[in-house]
Structures are given as structure tokens and as C-alpha cells.
């Protein structure tokens, strides 16, 4: 049976069993928004970004339509271009950024839907407090009662502003991964392209 079946027990025990409730209900889901939330930022690699944008320009001037269609197409070059070697790598580069990008993002959806299920829970809790409260004749009880309505109510305040907060960080990130994922599909036979490691001229996204 669900705990919101169990008002009548719960206010007739000490308050620690409430509060053992709460943190029941909220605690491993808090732990992990702060986590998330005090994770490093993500931010945009400009030097990767403008070097790759510069070649696919360079290789526009170098390489005509017809050269360009076959690479992209057939992936046949007319002749070696050291600047699509260069593209490929850096290309691969970004791949991996792109990957640790989209990473993030699930994490962080991960994380509000969690804090979802505990302010649905809470919002469950609150209503059948609310629902005994209107029978309960002992002006004690009835008055710990409100008090835990008003207790639930405080901590779904805090879970929404976690959430919110996640929100934020996650939409920001979501621009972040446009931008990458606009100039990855800019990248002839991109879909070719395999996740670097090791790369250690550019700068990396962990700030």
C-alpha cells in the first residue's frame, strides 16, 4: 500500500517518521540534481569551430562543384587535399565533442524527470493530508496536520526551483548543441566521421 495511505499512522507517530518519509521521497533525488547542477559548464570551442569553418571555406575556394560532389557523394577525390585531412580530423574532434554534448543533455533530462516523480509524490502526500485534515476533530492532530501540508508544500517549492535550475542549464546546452550539430552536418561524409581522443593542439570543452 502506498504511503499516502497511511496519514492516520502517519500523524499519529513522531515527527522524525515524516521526515523520514520526506527525505525518502526527495533525498537520492536532490542528491543527484546538486550533482548535476555543480558539474562543470560546457561551453563553446571556438578555436575547434572557426578552424573547421575556415577550411570548409578554403576547400570551396581549392575544389570545384564537380570535385566536391564526388567526395561527398562517392567519397573519390580528383586529388589528395591536405585540407580535408586536416577536416577529417578536426572533424572527428568535434564528433566527440558533439557526443559528450548530447551525454550531458540526457543526464540533465534524466535529472528533472526525477525531481518530477518526487513532486508528483509529494503532491500525492499533500492532497491526502488535505483530505484527512477536513475530518480530523483533535485540534493537536489537526494542527500537525497543516503543519506537515505546509512542510510538503516548502519542500515542492525547493524541487521546483531544482528543477527549474536544471531547466536553465539544459536549454543552454540545447544551443550549444545546434551550433555543433549544424556545423557537424556541414562536414562532407560527416556520417563517416569517428569519435578522437587524443587530440592536443585545440582546446577542450571542460572549462
Known amino acids: 500500500?502506498?504511503?499516502?495511505?497511511?496519514?492516520?499512522?502517519?500523524?499519529?507517530?513522531?515527527?522524525?517518521?515524516?521526515?523520514?518519509?520526506?527525505?525518502?521521497?526527495?533525498?537520492?533525488?536532490?542528491?543527484?540534481?546538486?550533482?548535476?547542477?555543480?558539474?562543470?559548464?560546457?561551453?563553446?570551442?571556438?578555436?575547434l569551430l572557426e578552424s573547421i569553418k575556415l577550411i570548409l571555406k578554403e576547400l570551396r575556394e581549392e575544389e570545384g562543384v564537380f570535385s566536391r560532389f564526388l567526395y561527398a557523394t562517392f567519397g573519390v577525390e580528383l586529388r589528395k587535399n591536405k585540407r580535408r585531412e586536416q577536416l577529417i580530423y578536426l572533424g572527428s574532434e568535434l564528433k566527440t565533442q558533439h557526443i559528450r554534448i548530447k551525454k550531458r543533455l540526457?543526464?540533465?533530462?534524466?535529472?528533472?524527470?526525477?525531481?518530477?516523480?518526487?513532486?508528483?509524490?509529494?503532491?500525492?502526500?499533500?492532497?491526502?493530508?488535505?483530505?484527512?485534515?477536513?475530518?480530523?476533530?483533535?485540534s493537536q492532530v489537526k494542527n500537525k496536520s497543516k503543519f506537515y501540508i505546509n512542510e510538503i508544500a516548502d519542500h515542492i517549492k525547493k524541487l521546483?526551483?531544482?528543477?527549474?535550475?536544471?531547466?536553465?542549464?539544459?536549454?543552454?546546452?540545447?544551443?550549444?548543441?545546434?551550433?555543433?550539430y549544424g556545423l557537424f552536418k556541414k562536414i562532407p561524409r560527416y556520417h563517416e566521421l569517428q569519435e578522437e581522443t587524443h587530440l592536443l593542439l585545440l582546446s577542450p570543452v571542460k572549462k
Open 106 to 138: 540526457y543526464t540533465l533530462n534524466r535529472q528533472r524527470e526525477r525531481l518530477e516523480y518526487s513532486i508528483v509524490d509529494l503532491g500525492r502526500l499533500q492532497k491526502s493530508f488535505s483530505q484527512k485534515n477536513i475530518s480530523i476533530e483533535n
Open 1 to 47: 500500500m502506498a504511503i499516502v495511505n497511511y496519514v492516520e499512522q502517519i500523524l499519529n507517530s513522531p515527527v522524525y517518521i515524516f521526515d523520514e518519509i520526506i527525505e525518502k521521497l526527495t533525498g537520492k533525488n536532490i542528491h543527484f540534481a546538486k550533482t548535476e547542477l555543480s558539474r562543470y559548464k560546457i561551453i563553446v570551442d571556438d578555436t
Open 160 to 180: 521546483e526551483e531544482y528543477q527549474f535550475s536544471l531547466l536553465m542549464k539544459y536549454n543552454d546546452l540545447t544551443d550549444i548543441e545546434k551550433i555543433y
